[in-house]
T-cell receptor
Framework: SAVISQKPSRDICQRGTSLTIQCQVD?????MFWYRQQPGQSLTLIAT?????????ESGFVIDKFPISRPNLTFSTLTVSNMSPEDSSIYLC???????????FGEGSRLTVL | AQSVAQPEDQVNVAEGNPLTVKCTYS??????LFWYVQYPNRGLQFLLK??????LVKGSYGFEAEFNKSQTSFHLKKPSALVSDSALYFC????????????FGKGTSLLVTP
């Protein structure tokens, strides 16, 4: 299994600001996934980030709001732009663990927007 | 389209008793099925997966799950619950012919009482 580190682990942000979440993996991975977990809710896929190509966003998520970078095979960032209280969530980075597709997750970044 | 349903928001069980957390799925093709556990303020931990073969899958911490194709179910079980098993449990599915991202159920909170 991969070891995934996310920064920050938590933050309190002001409305209208932007925050960038970093995800570092201890091994090279092709696919990285960003999920959102709103309070008391399940996980929702934001986008898939492959190195060397533009991220693929799920319905309801747009690049202007959630820009993603994937500069190499061990690192990715997710920015939450122009935040509102509705963006208060846990944001989770994950990577595929093997051919059969189980995902491994970071500890998550808990954002609270005031 | 692929989806999972976890019909119970919460499951309560006494320590030492068997536990079952229910999950049903819907995919257009053959499924890969997964269970994850989330402890408070933590990321998701992979428990077990069904890919093919034996319908009874054994995983971490004494958990197992039974794949039932006719009932499209993948219930999580443990013969003897521990207080430390109290957590949030997520079922997830991926269609073998689709992308690698997982679709998660809404989660079931398991409470094991002494």
């Amino acid at each position: 299994s991969a070891v995934i580190s996310q920064k920050p682990s938590r933050d309190i942000c002001q409305r209208g600001t932007s925050l960038t979440i970093q995800c570092q993996v201890d091994s090279q991975v092709t696919m990285m996934f960003w999920y959102r977990q709103q309070p008391g809710q399940s996980l929702t896929l934001i986008a898939t980030a492959n190195q060397g190509s533009e991220a693929t966003y799920e319905s309801g998520f747009v690049i202007d709001k959630f820009p993603i970078s994937r500069p190499n095979l061990t690192f990715s960032t997710l920015t939450v732009s122009n935040m509102s209280p509705e963006d208060s969530s846990i944001y989770l980075c994950s990577v595929r663990g093997g051919l059969t597709g189980e995902l491994f997750f970071g500890e998550g970044s808990r954002l609270t927007v005031l | 389209a692929q989806s999972v349903a976890q019909p119970e928001d919460q499951v309560n069980v006494a320590e030492g008793n068997p536990l079952t957390v229910k999950c049903t799925y819907s995919v257009s093709g053959n499924p890969y099925l997964f269970w994850y556990v989330q402890y408070p303020n933590r990321g998701l931990q992979f428990l077990l997966k069904y890919i093919t073969g034996d319908n009874l899958v054994k995983g971490s911490y004494g958990f197992e799950a039974e794949f039932n194709k006719s009932q499209t179910s993948f219930h999580l079980k443990k013969p003897s619950a521990l207080v430390s098993d109290s957590a949030l449990y997520f079922c997830a599915v991926r269609d073998r012919d689709s992308g690698y991202a997982l679709n998660f159920g809404k989660g079931t909170s398991l409470l094991v009482t002494p």
